[in-house]
């Protein structure tokens, strides 16, 4: 992925000792916004809520070969609001942004924070343990669903999805058997 570095940023990142945090957004039926500071960080307009429940990032691998990019993230669990936010909502191809910030000693972003990982969410799954209990978030670049078959089926049930009591489609197997394509 090619990308801009501020030149504040890029002096910072030149220094022998940096420090650093990772700004996260997560567009669910509410947006999320995190950040594992030790403190509240404000950017874009935006405030990423300092969060013990971001337990983890996952590594992002790019590479100059054509494939799916994925980043996984874990949340706690504990904390009910992700659990309701991914039980109760339509979470499938949200976007998840990632970003990296450096800050300086008073905690200000020096420059302008990295785009780490630009993604849509894939899935997630929720492991109840005895003494915790995780939600792993699996983001995919946008090419996640280019093969994807999208539209409807020419079948009752997919009519009935969208029309219900129509039988318009309830014949529709039968109509293409007749079908002679390219033949005399």
């Given at each position: ?16 000792a940096?420090?650093?945090s990772?700004?996260l957004?997560?567009?669910?039926s ?8 030790g ?7 935006n405030t ?7 337990l ?12 799916v990019?994925t ?14 936010a991914f039980?109760?909502s ?10 990296r910030?450096f800050?300086d000693?008073?905690g200000?972003i ?16 929720l ?15 946008h090419?996640s669903d280019f093969?994807?078959?999208s539209g ?7 009519q ?5 009591g ?13 079908l ?5």
């Amino acid at each position: 992925m090619s990308r801009s570095i501020n030149a504040s940023t890029l002096a910072e990142i030149e220094k022998d000792a940096v420090k650093m945090s990772h700004l996260l957004e997560l567009h669910l039926s509410t947006s999320v916004y995190l950040t594992d500071a030790g403190f509240d960080i404000s950017y874009g307009g935006n405030t990423y809520t300092a969060s013990s429940h971001l337990l983890e990032i996952g590594t992002v691998n790019e590479s100059s070969d054509v494939r799916v990019g994925t980043l996984s993230v874990t949340l706690s669990g504990v904390e009910q609001t992700f659990t309701a936010a991914f039980l109760g909502s339509a979470y499938i191809n949200k976007q998840a942004i990632l970003y990296r910030a450096f800050l300086d000693a008073s905690g200000a972003i020096i420059g302008t924070p990295i785009l780490v990982y630009d993604g849509r969410i894939d899935g997630y799954d929720l492991n109840e343990g005895k003494n915790d209990s995780r939600i792993t978030v699996d983001i995919a670049s946008h090419w996640s669903d280019f093969e994807k078959k999208s539209g409807r089926y020419t079948n009752p049930n997919s009519q009935s999805l969208f029309f219900t009591g129509d039988k318009g489609f309830d014949f529709a197997a039968n109509s293409v058997k007749d079908l002679k394509w390219g033949r005399k």
